[in-house]
């Protein structure tokens, strides 16, 4: 008689076996009952806590550095503004011989300057916004390989296999746990050849144990 749903627990990261799952004031064993969302095990997490805090100071500083370049952008958006109004009175002075030549050449050379500030101030701000998202991912990374530092029942069940202790050195993919769903169950049971040509799809089949003889199931 088996679960008839079993679940191989892996940690997802390398490292130490921090601390086990208590049950009854003991480490986990096997034929332990373990409810849905238990930490079983965690792997130490102080391995992984710098590269989440390195992560989390990026994404800062690049948040920083986008406010920066938005500011940036928007007095160089106001200069240009300023200049595109002097350029068009500095042209229609110009127009009327109300104004010399070098300086409507200045009105014009300032308006192409601070064009070119602004697209270079738009430029830096995608950049900043870039580096952002990518800092971001960063962080969402490191926090996603943080919390698979802990090894977390995906249903209640109980313990079939128990395969370390605290202190045991684990790698990324090493199958450390083995769960079953004993609220439903299965029979498996081998069946002579003789009889096999007897057994129809669907058939109901009364099942007896030596646990509980005098029931069928």
């Known amino acids: 008689i088996e679960p008839d749903t079993t679940v191989e627990m892996a940690f997802k990261v390398d490292g130490y076996v921090e601390s086990l799952l208590k ?9 332990d009952f373990v409810a849905k969302g238990a930490v079983l095990a965690r792997v130490r997490q102080s391995d992984y806590q710098a590269g989440l805090d390195a ?22 958006e106001a200069m240009y503004t300023k200049a595109s109004l002097d350029a068009e009175r500095a042209t229609a002075l110009y127009q009327e011989k109300a104004l010399t030549k070098p300086d409507y050449d200045a009105a014009r050379a300032q308006l192409d300057s601070t064009h070119a500030q602004v697209e270079a101030a738009r430029k830096n701000v995608e950049v900043q916004r870039n580096l952002l998202e990518s800092a971001k991912a960063q962080e969402r990374s490191s926090s996603i390989t943080f919390e698979d530092t802990a090894l977390i029942a995906p249903m209640s069940a109980v313990v079939l296999e128990k395969r370390v202790e605290q202190g045991t050195l684990v790698g990324r993919g090493m199958q450390v746990f083995r769960l079953g769903d004993v609220a439903t169950v299965r029979m498996a049971f081998s069946v002579p050849d003789t009889l096999v040509m007897a057994l129809k799809l669907s058939a109901v089949l009364p099942i007896h144990v030596d646990a509980l003889p005098d029931n069928a199931f």
Request: glycine share 12%.
């Open 55 to 76: 992560s989390r100071a990026q994404a800062l500083q690049s948040a920083e550095g986008l406010k920066v370049a938005m500011w940036q952008l928007s007095q160089v």
């Open 23 to 31: 049950v009854g004031g003991r480490n986990v064993q096997v034929g």
